[in-house]
């Protein structure tokens, strides 16, 4: 099927749903894993995103998503997607305003910036920092009464244990990052007393700035759920660095965000233990150049062999 004909029959799903987008300029992006993406506009100008699931198990994610917008929506002072239709075939809602900071260039696989990653706005970290400090203090029992996943600090740690396991099993793990997630696993004065709500996959493209690199929204919920609030830093610890890190830390506190002693150090062990999600989500998607991209991560190869160092 050529490009317009899949962006055609997205339209035309729509309009069964009394959304009519025209099809003059309506671009798709189909990178993501679990859905393909519509952006247009109506007649009169209102933008829209239509997203449609790619496979029938993504539809329970998708409804565990609009359950964590709802118990969001008015709690940040971001903006969310508001889900306007929600079906088994098509989820469609009004754009946000503003432009993601980065997105991913797929010839490149690195960010195509919005922002100088090298020196981000002040008012970037600041307007990041309120948005993750409000997110992370919104009520446990709210979250697990909207149907949010609910873990405790001890069952994140252990789950987290679980899945280095796994994935040694399956990959292999070079002994010297193996034994470095194992120091970090051990050492109880590294991690949180306290859960909270989190966003989970806080990368520069899922935060919406205006021209001034104001923060406005946050999108793509699916992973949100109560666990490590470190969980929310460690991308941005990968994109800005250490002291941009540090930068938004300061902010993060100011803004009343929940802090430990060493909670700095911790986001940069998990950012270390980062390659057992990609290794995760390799074998989700099964596609090989993410599982090329996760052994490397992981330090073997394809027979789950130590790579030279």
């Known amino acids: 099927m050529t490009t317009n004909a899949r962006i055609e029959r997205i339209l035309e799903l729509a309009r069964q749903h009394d959304l009519n987008i025209s099809s003059t300029n309506a671009e798709i992006n189909e990178s993501g894993l679990d859905f393909l993406a519509v952006f247009g506009q109506t007649d009169n100008g209102d933008a829209w995103v239509i997203r449609e699931p790619r496979r029938p198990d993504v539809v329970a994610s998708a409804v565990y998503e609009k359950n964590v917008l709802k118990l969001i929506q008015e709690r940040l002072p971001v903006a969310v997607p508001d889900w306007r239709i929600c079906t088994p075939e098509l989820i469609a809602y009004p754009r946000l305003n503003g432009t993601p900071a980065a997105t991913i260039n797929p010839k490149t696989s690195n960010y195509d910036w919005v922002i100088d990653p090298q020196s981000p706005p002040e008012v970037f970290i600041e307007t ?34 679980d899945k280095m396991y796994e994935i040694k099993r399956i ?139």
């Not at 400090?133 to 994140?156: C, F, M, S, W, Y």
């Not at 696993?185 to 205006?210: E, N, T």
């Open 171 to 309: 990959f292999g793990v070079a002994e010297a990052l193996w034994q470095r997630w194992q120091a970090w696993l051990a050492d109880d004065s590294y991690w949180p007393p306290h859960s909270s709500l989190i966003h989970g996959d806080l990368h520069p493209g899922h935060i919406v700035i205006d021209s001034d690199g104001r923060v406005t929204g946050l999108l793509d919920w699916t992973e949100a759920e109560v666990a490590d609030p470190a969980s929310d830093f460690t991308i941005y610890c990968a994109a800005f660095g250490e002291s941009g890190l540090e930068k938004l830390l300061e902010q993060y506190e100011k803004a009343g965000g929940q802090v430990w002693p060493r909670m700095r150090e911790h986001i940069v062990e998990m950012l270390a233990a980062y390659p057992v999600l990609i290794a995760s989500f390799a074998m989700k998607s099964g596609l090989e150049d993410y599982l090329a991209m996760a052994r490397h991560s992981l330090g073997v190869n394809e027979f789950g062999e130590e790579l030279p160092s």
């Open 128 to 161: 990041l920092a309120r948005a993750m400090a409000a997110l992370h203090e919104i009520d446990h029992e709210t979250a697990r009464e909207a149907g949010a996943r609910v873990n405790q600090p001890k069952e994140v740690r252990r789950d987290l244990t």
